[in-house]
Every structure is written in structure tokens, then in C-alpha cells.
């Protein structure tokens, strides 16, 4: 089995590794960097930077020095090899009021994407992606919603639903409110749902997910939490905080009787 590739060795004293919080941000899948390929990154920001500057920013994208300074622009350098991938394509922080490491895209390349794992709370003018298609969702001032579509099949198309409309279903089944035959959506693609007047997106329907995902643009800044799927460009990361030492650990027991560690809590 091919082991994942560290791109950081800390040179942390261990007394302060221990009292940090970590967040290791790993390869799934993509063209140019290796799956496993790990980067650890503190509330000071990536250790392995050679941007040499711990401010709590972590940079990631293509452009390697600053024509007019000299200085190095991103910390987790990427090879412009990579199509769709931006200059400084989107930045990671730690953000000490809410405890959180959070993510934005900075709108060059192709966008940074949160893969829809759990209900998420939908804002107005936000972005979602699935299959050939994307569409911005957005609600007016009597609170009915308005999607419109910008790719794919359905390009150019808006729909608006009251806002007593409960469920909002999208994808290929004859059930659903808007329908698709095509464009790599799946029978059930994604729901929007209404509860307590705030409006949710869920991947699929019904606990069955889609096939390809549903992918929110993170074009503010957003907290990142332990097991999200990251999308910047064509590479996709996965998640984990790591939490310092001196937080409880915390269990949650399967059905089938075993113990698995929440690593969002998980100690080092």
C-alpha cells in the first residue's frame, strides 16, 4: 500500500506542538500533487512555508514570487500545471474568536469548493455546483427563492418558489421540482429544504447521496470542520483537526458495538 507522502516534518518545540491546534490537509485526488501527500498546518499557519511568515495565513496557488517585491506569494505552492488552479487561488486561516480553522476562495482559477457532507445553511447569492452545472440561489425580500442556473443544461433558466414551499428537489426523477435529463445529475442531484425561515442544501435525498457530489463555492470566509472534502481547482483535500492536547476525548459507539474516536477531538 503506497504511503501518504508528508510534505511537513514539524521543527514545533514539542510543549507548544501540544497546546496548538492542527488541521492536516491531505491529497484525495488530482493531477499534479501525489494522493496522501499531507500538509500540517498550525494557528500560526504551514510550518513548511517558505514564505518564512507566521501570521496565521495559509496561501495556496500557483504564482511563486511577487514581481514587485520579490517576496514568495503562497505557501503550499502548486504547479501551474494545474488548469484551473489560481494564482493564489484561496487562503486558509485560524480564527482564534470562534476556535476555527476557516477557508475562502480570493475568485481567481476555477473557485474552492466544500463537498455537501451534512445539511448546510444557505445564504443569499450563494454558489452550488453538481455535475456540467452550477446555480446561484438567492431569496427576495418576501422570502420566496430564486435559483438560476449559469451552466449546463438548464443555462440561462430561473425558477422561483413561494416561500411556503418546504422541500425543493433537483435531478432526473419525475418528483422532483426541478428536472433534469442530463448534464451528470443524479435521479435526486440535491434538496433545499426550509426550516425555521432559513433555508438548507443536502446532497441527494432522503440519506441517498448523489453520485458525483453537490459542491458549495466558498466565496466567504467559511469554518472548516473534521471530515470536510475540499475541491481548489481539479484537486480535492480532505479535513482533520487535530485539537490540542488537554481536550477531552470524546467516542461515539457504532451500532455494531465499536469505539471510534471523533477526530475533530482527537488528541496528539
Known sequence: MKQPKS?????????????????????????????????????????????????????????????????????????????????????????????????????????????????????????????????VFGTDVEGNVKIHFLDGPRSEESFIFKKDETNIKIGRNPDCQIIFYGGGVSRCQCCISKRSNKYYIEDGYNNTPSTNGTWLLLDDRTPLDDGNVIKAGQTLFSVKIVAPQGRLKQFARLETGAIV???????I
Open 7 to 135: 510534505a511537513l516534518i514539524s521543527k514545533q518545540p514539542a510543549e507548544e506542538q501540544k497546546n496548538d491546534m492542527r488541521m492536516i490537509l491531505e491529497v484525495l485526488e488530482g493531477p499534479v500533487l501525489s494522493p496522501g501527500t499531507q500538509f500540517i498546518i498550525t494557528s500560526k499557519g504551514y510550518e513548511n512555508s517558505k514564505r518564512k511568515k507566521k501570521d496565521g495565513f495559509v496561501y495556496i496557488g500557483t504564482k511563486d514570487l511577487n514581481e514587485k517585491t520579490g517576496e514568495i506569494e503562497n505557501d503550499i505552492l502548486i504547479s501551474k500545471r494545474e488548469e484551473g488552479m489560481g494564482d493564489i487561488h484561496c487562503v486558509i486561516q485560524y480564527v482564534e474568536s470562534i476556535k476555527s480553522f476557516c477557508i475562502h476562495d480570493t475568485g481567481q482559477g476555477t473557485g474552492t469548493f466544500l463537498k455537501i457532507q451534512k445539511a448546510k445553511e444557505l445564504k443569499h447569492s450563494n454558489l452550488l455546483s453538481f455535475g456540467e452545472c452550477s446555480m
Open 261 to 267: 474516536r471523533n477526530l475533530s477531538l482527537i488528541h
